[in-house]
């Protein structure tokens, strides 16, 4: 059976549906809390998937002593992006590709150098065509959760894009990356919200986080079947 092995980098982000949708796929699940220490994976080939999930530090942080698992994790991805092997990555996990790739990642600022984040249930708008997007609408709503943004890494299509930052999804060979989260539930949106209170504040508001709790179940349910199609068809387009 082939091996789905999700690295996650802070307790509270779990593979989530990615993990189930694959599990139904017929690949063997397996968790490593690259955060905790666990080994990465030596052993994993064409046939495997590696997904890196998303965490509150950056590609700045590579090298840092608190961080010591994120350049390990690079030269992984490096690895395997050589070989076109597949891997997905989901937030932090895209930087990560990205910059395996060689493309630049940084802090999202507007014109005139303030910071920028994208906290909350909006809008992606799909780019040109690819089996990924098949099927889904013009637009879409997901969770966004983030403060860092990647330029395209050389060879890759670019498959959404925000007004806020244009690179939101990319597909680089048998390589899958996207800033958002449509893996998540409303309950772990708002268990997010409650853990990383001072980033949606930074973000939304003082009252970000009551907002985003309140909006979190409905916004869930009403994105699920879309959000299950996309990652479905992501998940058809780099095990193919």
């Known amino acids: 059976m082939p091996r789905a092995v999700c690295l996650t980098n802070v307790a509270h982000e779990g593979p989530g549906l990615v993990g189930e949708l694959l599990g139904e796929a017929g690949y063997r699940v397996e968790i ?14 064409e046939k495997d998937v ?16 608190e961080f010591p698992w994120l350049a390990p994790v690079v030269d992984l ?8 092997w597949p891997n997905i990555g989901v937030c932090l ?7 395996a790739a060689g493309a630049k990642v940084v802090p999202m600022t507007d014109g005139e150098g303030r910071r920028l984040r994208e906290v909350g249930w ?5 780019v040109g065509t690819d089996t990924i997007t098949r099927g889904l609408p013009a637009s879409m709503e997901v969770l966004h959760w983030h403060g860092d943004g990647c330029s395209l890494p050389a ?8 007004k806020v930052w244009p690179v939101q999804m990319f597909r680089l060979g048998r390589s899958f990356g996207m800033q958002f989260h449509p893996e998540i539930d409303g309950a772990t949106a708002c268990v997010w919200a409650q853990e990383d209170a001072a980033f949606v504040e ?13 909006a979190s179940p409905l916004a869930a349910q009403r994105t699920y079947a879309l959000r299950r199609r996309l990652l479905l068809q992501a998940i058809e387009a780099v095990t193919a």
């Open 122 to 126: 909006g809008q992606i708008d799909f």
């Open 77 to 84: 991805l490096r690895a395997r992006l050589a070989k076109d």
């Open 93 to 99: 996990g895209m930087q990560l590709i990205a910059h």
């Open 50 to 65: 590696l997904v890196v999930m998303g965490g509150p530090m950056g590609v700045a942080d590579i090298g840092k002593p």
């Open 155 to 162: 060879g890759a299509s670019l498959l959404a894009s925000t």
């Open 32 to 45: 490593v809390e690259a955060f905790r220490g666990e080994a990465l994976p030596v052993d994993l080939g």
């Open 202 to 214: 930074a973000a939304n508001g003082s009252d970000g986080v009551r907002r985003l709790q309140e």
